[in-house]
């Protein structure tokens, strides 16, 4: 046996399936099948509370496509940081930037057991680029930033993806901190590409109901608060807004979903 599917089998093993988990969650409402009952129970009642979150889950990672396609295309960013990637789905984030340039090299990151257990499946890189799997918890930079450069070159731009995954961060503060923290660590002509659901009553109470179905408690924030992550960055057009409007590939239908982002640049 390799280390590699040792670590793999002891990732299985650590798996905890009686509780829910937002990767297993996320992977229910987009339609896939590396969930377990009580994620889905979880996701059914959340869906009925809030019919609005499956569209978000769609809208979401059509939003990852667009904007990974953008950064690889008319940014000329060629390395990515996808922090709390989650469990792997088509148009992942190394298929879409290889799609456009075959040198673009991806790191991945995710803590959740399970995400390293179907880890194979995210390392699949055309030959001319690269990708790789960190397994770490996104807050912890320190450790990400060092086992990232195995695989990325810090001298030269970054886009740090940060995608649904801040509201396990339930500090604004510490959320903002630990977005410095990557930027910080990286040159002029990085990007950060976010997107968050926005506090509204219907997705507080949401939010409410996710905690107490058992998972980790996962806090949306007004919107106000989440424009503030962009502070000292470059917006791209057009800016921060719901991520059905981020220059979708056909014009939008219906209501703009209550997940807002941006892709911004330092400079």
């Not at 918890?137 to 060092?146: E, K, M, Q």
């Not at 905690?211 to 503030?228: D, F």
Request: charged share 25%.
């Amino acid at each position: 046996m390799t280390d590699e599917q040792g670590m793999r089998m002891a990732a299985v093993d650590e798996i905890d399936t009686g509780t829910p988990h937002s990767a297993r969650v996320w992977n229910y409402w987009l339609g896939g099948k590396d969930n377990y009952e009580v994620d889905r129970r979880l996701g059914a009642t959340m869906e009925e509370l809030y019919p609005q979150i499956i569209e978000i889950a769609r809208a979401s990672r059509a939003f990852q496509a667009r904007a990974v396609r953008f950064l690889a295309g008319e940014a000329g960013v060629r390395q990515f940081l996808d922090l709390g990637t989650g469990l792997p789905t088509a148009n992942a984030t190394h298929e879409v930037a290889q799609g456009v340039d075959p040198a673009a090299r991806v790191v991945y990151v995710d803590n959740d057991p399970i995400v390293l257990a179907h880890a194979r499946a995210l390392l699949t890189s055309r030959p001319e680029g690269a990708t790789d799997y960190v397994h770490a918890d996104l807050t912890d930079a320190t450790t990400v930033l060092r086992e990232a450069a195995r695989t990325l070159d810090l001298d030269q731009p970054v886009a740090v993806m940060v995608l649904s995954t801040l509201g396990h961060v339930a500090d604004p503060g510490e959320a903002a901190a630990l977005l410095r923290t990557y930027l910080d660590a990286l040159p002029e002509g990085s990007y950060l590409m976010l997107c968050d659901t926005i506090e509204t009553p219907e997705t507080q109470a949401g939010s409410d109901e996710y905690a107490s179905g058992g998972a980790v408690a996962y806090i949306s924030r007004p919107r106000e608060i989440m424009a503030t992550f962009a502070d000292g960055l470059e917006l791209v057009e057009p800016g921060f807004g719901s991520i059905s409007l981020w220059r979708p590939d056909e014009p939008a239908v219906g209501e703009p979903v209550d997940q807002w982002g941006f892709v911004a640049v330092k400079r």
